[in-house]
DNA sequence: AGTTTGGGTGTACGTGTGTACACCCAAACT
DNA sequence: AGTTTGGGTGTACACACGTACACCCAAACT
């Protein structure tokens, strides 16, 4: 039962962001008050000011951990093999996948991107906006889209990463993991209707 | 200065709604309380009940009320002839302008959807849901969606939806008017891939 | 061995919150 | 003319909030 100081420390800030993203899963960021978290923890309110100096730095926090859950999945989605012929299903699979495990996470993001305190906000569009960019990378790979401009590709990255969040919120509001399948399966008709216009995009003239 | 009773409430509950649209403009609903609203309308707290029983019946007031602003919207867009031609010039025009004339209904119903009382999210995303209905129905009427199936409809109703709900969230955080135009571009843009997508669509074999 | 450091404590404050209760008074009914 | 109705008032309560301050004590340094 030796327990260093910093080994200490490190647990009580865990135990302070895993209270601070259960307790703001039923409202939001901006309704989470100091005294609830420091009561879930079980600790004194004013011992949380030892580790984050207000809510708003907590969010902040809660921001980059969740944004490293969301890069797994795209690290996840982006290791399969670049053809066109079952990216779909394997992306929309590991979408879901991802969700599941990474449920407080996502819905954080989702919660927070529109709600939430202003500095919170824009820290998740600053790094949806990078989600983006990366993925206008990804797609300038695949075939096909040679001739296709800059802005082009980010348009449509930014049409996927939008279905795609949609999609995320979706499976989160889902009562039961049953009802999941209708969910991707949209998501993938979708996907799909997509790749169709982008295929066929600028090929007329 | 003869004003009926009916006439006086019907004014301060006007009152309330402007305010409590207002003030949870920045920040949420559920960051709300009760005694803001009364002060900002220049009531004393307890007055509040005689006109609503909580915030969230407040806060689904202010939805019905938002979506009538949508839904003139939806209208203004119908009523365009069904040509591919101008359509998705037009319907951006349509939304980028309702946006910047009802900021605030707009802006609840972004914002409200993801965060808010769990009843006024149903509450918003059952109105959304109807709007994705009856675009399925419009696109059902368009040439070149004859031989759709009607989840096929539905599910492309949703993807534009979702498109357009993202680019109405972009408007509304566009700091100045100026900044519109790249973000309707963009949507121009998206609309028109999905289009070709459509078209393109179940003709492949 | 002696001192410093720092996470956690306990008390205390002013303020904001929802809501209960008794009350007022002019418009609206009889 | 007399009574009822109902929007608005004022006081009062128990509670939750953020935060300031003095304090404790064991791990970490010297």
Known sequence: ???????????????????????????????LSLRQVAKEVGIVPTAFYRHFESIESLGLALVDESFVSLRAMLR??????????DIVDRSVDILAQHVRQERAHFAFIGRERGAGPPQVRDAIHHEIDLCEHELATDLALL??????SAEDLRVLSNLIVTAMVATAERLISAPQPAAEKPITETARTQLRMVLVGALNWRSRT
């Open 143 to 148: 075939p096909g889209t040679e001739s296709w």
């Open 1 to 31: 039962m030796t327990e260093t100081r910093v080994e200490r420390k490190e647990r009580t800030r865990r135990a302070i962001l895993d209270a601070g993203l259960a307790l703001c899963e039923d409202s939001s960021l901006i309704a």
């Open 76 to 85: 996840d989605i982006r290791q399969g093999a670049p053809s066109y012929a």
